[in-house]
Every structure is written in C-alpha cells, then in structure tokens.
C-alpha cells in the first residue's frame, strides 16, 4: 500500500510540474506524460489486493491487536466489521473506475 501512496505522490507531483500547454507539440509532450503515468498505476489494482490481503493476515495473526479486537465476533475475525477499510477500499476503487471510464 506504501508503493501505491508513493505512485500517486509522485504522478501529482509530475503533473503539477507540467507547463502550460501552448503548442500542438507541448500537447504531444502533455500526452506522453499522461501514458507513461497511466502505465505507471498499471499494478495498483494487484498492489492494493496485495496490501488487502496482508492486513487480512496481520489482524489474523494478531500483529494488529487494536484491530483484531475490534473485529472479533465469537472468537474469529469478521472481516465484514471492517467498515472504514471497506468503505476506503470502494472509494479508492470507484475513483480507478470513473479515472478509465475518462
């Protein structure tokens, strides 16, 4: 999840550099940009289940004990009481979508 944050800050940071678009050229330059960005997130999507599945594995093995007692229910880690993970998760994931949909 770290190597996500990293990509994201740095692609703002690439964009945020870019100068103002002023001929056909700068907008092929813009363009360029923009695809080797859109390359660079090409393994968020593994990255982020990645990362889903190791917090899975920590609060499991009790690295996490805040969490893990937190999402007990009789005993055994109930992931579905997870709620500001899943709802963070289906907000990152809604946003990839609307991002391609563009």
Not at 44 to 54: D, F, N, R, S, T
């Amino acid at each position: 999840v770290q190597a996500v944050k990293s990509i994201y800050i740095n692609s703002f940071l690439e964009l945020i550099d870019q100068p103002v678009i002023r001929s056909p050229e700068d907008e092929e330059d813009f363009a360029r940009t923009l695809e080797s960005l859109y390359q660079n997130h090409s393994n968020v999507l593994i990255q982020m289940a990645q990362g889903a599945y190791e917090l899975r594995e920590a609060v499991r093995s009790g690295q996490l004990p805040d969490i893990s007692k937190s999402v007990e229910k009789d005993g055994d880690i109930d992931f579905a009481r997870m709620n500001e993970c899943h709802s963070f998760l289906d907000r990152f994931y809604m946003s990839r979508v609307g991002i391609r949909v563009l």
